[in-house]
């Protein structure tokens, strides 16, 4: 137990000896660890660069440690294999981008809807530290909120043994099954103190309005093709968007410099979609994966594009990958 208590130490070095912690099993230490980067980090880019920072890295190691040695988890819910990157193959049934952009104005114009703020996703990332293997933390979260500001978020990780199967049951209430280990579920009374106040506002209409909506949250994302792509990944982790903001998204996509066709994929939840792909700042390439008929966002992966011997990544390698679910 003396090296996790080190590595708790190493993230935090004040809590570790002190505090809420200090008599607290370690597992249940990690978690609170865990819970307070997380709150540290919602509304921030979920796409991340190639090196994270070493307290991330000495987190996930934590969580990973504690559920191997707590019980009350499974040791290859944390120790999961790298995926491989989603493939693509293009052929003359591809569905254009400015295809799409049209069908979901159709749509959008004959059923505006409403945005719903609240998401479901699997998401899958590397935590890096110079000269160890990476660690990695699969995750499924599940975000609901009510009309007087109530709701809940609940975050488990999921079990690379049933890859694409849902760990959450979308309730209501939601809950979680047997394959899965809780990380964090929180309750929120009415109004919006404890919500997370990323993208809180409701979305405007228009694609021009949207960039800017999007801009308050992700400085950049008005004027950087990069930082637009994970402003919209951001946004895709609080709204469910509905087909007017849709149609915006795909819009704001159709503009983006660099933004090229990739072809079909299927994805991780083995939803079939139309791929295109982007490559960012040296070392980054991005696949966005949209439903061709209603214009969805299903999935935003990154892969490096160069090798990193440090991080013992190559080139080709998975960094990060979020499937939303809805």
Do not use: C
Request: glycine content about 10%; charged content about 25%.
């Amino acid at each position: 137990m003396t090296d996790e208590l080190d590595l708790l130490r190493e993230a935090d070095p004040v809590s570790a000896d002190t505090g809420p912690w200090r008599d607290r099993p370690l597992d249940a230490r990690a978690e609170l660890l865990l819970r307070r980067l997380s709150s540290r980090d919602r509304g921030r880019r979920t796409v991340r660069r190639v090196v994270w920072s070493l307290e991330a890295a000495a987190a996930a190691t934590i969580l990973a440690l504690a559920l191997t040695v707590s019980g009350t988890g499974s040791p290859s819910a944390v120790a999961a294999p790298r995926p491989m990157p989603l493939v693509a193959h293009a052929s003359r049934a591809d569905v254009s981008l400015a295809e799409i952009v049209r069908r979901t104005r159709v749509a959008a114009e004959e059923s505006p809807g409403k945005s719903e703020r609240g998401s479901h996703f699997q998401s899958w990332a590397l935590s890096m530290k110079s000269g160890e293997d990476a660690v990695t933390l699969p995750r499924e979260s599940l975000t609901r909120w009510n009309a007087d500001g109530s709701g809940s978020t609940l975050e488990v990780a999921t079990d690379p043994r049933h890859p694409g199967r849902p760990v959450i049951e979308d309730g209501p209430p939601p809950r979680t099954v047997h394959d899965g280990k809780v990380l964090s579920e929180e309750h929120y009374p009415p109004g919006i103190y404890g919500a997370n106040q990323s993208y809180f506002e409701d979305p405007p209409a228009g694609a021009s309005a949207l960039r800017e909506y999007l801009a308050v949250w992700s400085p950049g994302a008005d004027r950087d093709p990069e930082e637009l792509l994970s402003a919209i990944g951001s946004f895709r982790m609080v709204w469910t968007p509905g087909p007017r903001q849709r149609a915006d998204i795909v819009t704001l996509l159709s503009g983006l410099e660099g933004l090229r066709p990739a072809g079909k994929v299927t994805d991780r939840l083995g939803r079939e979609g139309q791929g295109f792909r982007f490559t960012g700042t040296p070392g980054g390439r991005y696949l966005i994966v949209l439903d061709p008929d209603d214009g969805g966002v299903l999935d935003i992966e990154e892969t490096f594009t160069q090798d990193a011997p440090e991080y013992r990544v190559k080139a080709g390698d998975v960094m990060s990958y979020t499937a939303y679910i809805s």
